[in-house]
């Protein structure tokens, strides 16, 4: 069902990412079909001019912002090329979506409360790169997902939403990635739409989400 709030002006949205953008899909068609009727997907950032997810976005016609770490001589000026993209293009909103980099402490800074990420577990446990294998081989009988606002700390701001999954017995790691990804991409549009329509509120570490 749409998200609906004519009050609201539209939300340019930038998506970070360096790799498939399975979850830059699962969002481009949630503004496509009307869930995100007040969004736009404004920007896709990327570092890496080899990804699929730049091929994606051609595809779809998103503007696309390539910006290589290896030819600037720091992070900050690698950093400040991104900002200026996002500045140009009015963006209100940074989702994380895959994104190969840690953002430095001053880049969260000027965006605070604006740049969400989406991990493979339920946060705090099995923070890093590896989160969906790391607790399978942990054993757990529980995983999930979590979309947070980034602080500056890896996978360490406060919790918008968290959506539990069942570690089956015959599960693979390959299947468990597979059900952890349908969660994704129904988690984080949900996620963006309480974002867009303002219905979100930090009170120290817990997000509060208004009703009305």
Not at 43 to 71: E, M
Not at 105 to 120: L, Q, S, T
């Amino acid at each position: 069902m749409p998200y609906e709030d004519d009050k609201i002006m539209k939300t340019n949205i930038a998506i970070f990412a360096s790799g498939r953008g399975s979850n830059f899909i699962a969002l481009a068609k949630a503004v496509k079909t009307g869930r995100l009727k007040k969004a736009n997907l404004a920007l896709l950032v990327s570092d890496n001019p080899h990804a699929p997810v730049v091929f994606k976005a051609k595809k779809l016609k998103v503007k696309t912002a390539l910006v290589r770490p290896d030819i600037f001589s720091s992070v900050e000026a690698f950093e400040q090329r991104i900002i200026k993209h996002l500045k140009k293009n009015r963006i209100g909103l940074i989702v994380l979506a895959g994104f190969m980099r840690i953002l430095s402490p001053r880049f969260v800074r000027a965006y605070k409360n604006r740049i969400i990420n989406i991990h493979p577990s339920l946060l705090p446990s099995f923070r890093g790169a590896c989160g969906i294998k790391d607790a399978f081989d942990y054993g757990v009988k529980v995983t999930g997902v979590t979309v947070h606002f980034v602080d500056d700390k890896m996978d360490h701001g406060p919790i918008i939403r968290q959506r539990e999954i069942r570690v089956a017995e015959k599960d693979t790691l390959e299947s468990l990635e597979e059900k952890i990804h349908k969660v994704e991409h129904k988690l984080y549009p949900e996620a963006v739409g309480l974002f867009i329509r303002r219905k979100l509120r930090i009170r120290g570490r817990k997000v509060l989400i208004s009703n009305r």
